[in-house]
């Protein structure tokens, strides 16, 4: 299943952030890699409305987050956290650990909950990157998920929300090469 997103990972340059993103996907619910992108059919391309939708989603994410990472010119580990959160956004877009059908609100904070299944506290909290990650999922819906309203002064956040509102807009068709 991972192999799905080899092109993506192979984005990344840093090794320890490209390590988390395989482990996370490696636990990710089993969900992920078979719903469509939408459960209702109101916000996505109806290309996606498909078994494995989330998927073909996520790649777009990734997509268009590397294009908005050269155009405000973030570079390095940022960028490589850009992507990471890009990656794993919708991880657990239906709930963790179990499948709710639906999608669930607050469902950036449930990542956290995921993430906590493989790392240890002090892996999680020596580590700067994952920290940043977690935030960017965090508020990777920007407005439309409250309590986790964002901060529009946030670049890198607002990078992550701008490139999944665009690869979710049903008018704007993301090709994948």
Known sequence: MIERFSNEIRLIKNVGIKSLVWR???NAPTYFWEIPSSTTGKYHPKDEFIHGGLVLHTKRVVKIANHLCRSLEIKSSERDCVLAASLMHDLCKN???ENKGHTVDGHGYLWSELARTIYTKNEIKDNPNFSMISRLILFHMGNYDTPY???WDDTLATCVHLA????SRPDIKVGLI
């Open 95 to 97: 709930g963790f650990p």
């Open 164 to 167: 999944d509102y665009i690869a």
């Open 149 to 151: 309203i964002l901060d």
């Open 24 to 26: 996370c996907l490696e």
